[in-house]
């Protein structure tokens, strides 16, 4: 499965973006998908997960609320709408694959990464 994420960029505290992340390959219909991000200096954090048939999602605490995921599987993409973004939110978010739930070891396939920035 090759994953190709799109859509981050700068935002005002407060702001909406919304990422996209669409999958490619054999494997790609269907297969439970992420997303995580990685902050400058901090490790890659757990942020959102949805099951194959978008039924299931699974939030970190810390965006609840805000942020919502969902997915078109017509077109084999899943969309993170982050809404009331603050700027603990800036990182490089990266669309992930292949498993579901929170624990990054079990996901086999990675996109690219899209950076979000968030200003104060």
């Known amino acids: 499965v090759q994953l190709q994420a799109s859509g981050g960029g700068m935002v005002q505290a407060g702001g909406s973006l919304r990422l996209s992340c669409t999958g490619s390959g054999r494997d790609a219909y269907r297969t439970p998908m992420a997303w995580f991000r990685q902050a400058p200096g901090k490790e890659r954090e757990f942020v959102v997960s949805i099951s194959g048939n978008g039924v299931g999602t699974y939030y970190a605490d810390s965006v609840k609320g805000r942020f919502t995921i969902s997915r078109d599987n017509s077109k084999n993409t899943v969309y993170l709408e982050m809404n009331k973004l603050i700027p603990e939110d800036t990182a490089v978010y990266y669309c992930?694959?292949?498993?579901?739930?929170?624990?990054?070891?079990?996901?086999?396939?990675w996109g690219q990464g899209t950076l979000v920035t968030v200003s104060s």
């Open positions: 992930a694959a292949g498993y579901y739930g929170p624990n990054s070891d079990g996901y086999k396939y």
